[in-house]
Structure formats: structure tokens, C-alpha cells
């Protein structure tokens, strides 16, 4: 695919954007943005740079909370190798503006499961246990006590001969 046909279907894609949510642009101030319809049939909002090339000039308007949002945050997503959402966010202002924008960002790359799995924790641990009766109730010193016993262990000496050890490892719990 050229980036001419790109340019085409992305802005075939928008109109068909703007045609469904007809309704929901008609309820959103559109004065507050300064919004109008440009040439090639998108709403587009002016920025500060008027007077820069067509596309730098003025953003496309995009509905928060649409699939086709979602999609082009996830495209610059990626197009951003996975960076957070503040890159994603300015990333996205040169050439779309949306309402709401940190929070639609922040739900799509919550969602990103290679971000997950870099930036996830490794293992969540259980809960401590209580610990048991013998160890928190007061007693007599030597009243409760562990015994484990391992062996047998096999090991060289100097003298390269093999030996057998055993292993008692006492506990008093008082």
C-alpha cells in the first residue's frame, strides 16, 4: 500500500466517522473548538500554526470512546514503539483532536498486552497466613518445638574420600 492510497483510506475512513456520529458532533460545542468542515469533507479544528501545510494546519476531529478512535490511538501506539501515554497523546495532537483524549488514551493502553507484560509486575504473592497457636501463645521455653532431619549427604574430603552426612536442625518455637 502507497501512502497516497494510505492517505485515501484513512480519510475515506474518517468521513465515515463523522457520517455516524452525525448526532453525537451535533450535541458537542463545536464552537468551543472553532470546528468547521474543510474542502475534502472532514471536521477539521484549527491550531496555532494556521498557516503551515494543509494537513499541520488544522486537526481532524475525532469522537472519544469510537472504535476508530481506539484504533488510530493503538496505530500511534505502536507506530510510537510502545511508548507511554503522554508520547502517544502528543503524537496524536498533530494531526487529530479529540475530547477527553488522557482518558481515552489511558483506557486503550491499559489494554496493550505487550505493555503488560513489560511493565507488569512478575508474580503477585498470596496473603501472609495467621501465624499458628504455638508460636503467639506464651509457654514454657522448649513447650513446643520443631525437629527437621535430612540426609543422608554425600561429600568428598580432603583425602577424596567420599563421606555421609545427616542433618538435624532443631527449633524452639517459645
Known sequence: MSASEFAVAEALLI?????????????MPLSRFNAHRSADGLIRCPHRVEHAYNSASSAILLVPCHPLTTLIIQYTHLSQFHSGTHATIATLRYSYLTPAIRST???????????????GLPYRYPDMPSLPPERVRRSRPFQNIGLDYLGPLRYKDTTTTSSKKWISLNDGHS
Open 15 to 27: 468521513k465515515e466517522h463523522h457520517r455516524e456520529c452525525e448526532t453525537i458532533l451535533s450535541r
Open 105 to 119: 488514551a489511558s483506557k486503550v493502553l491499559r489494554l496493550c498486552v505487550i505493555c503488560k507484560k513489560i511493565n
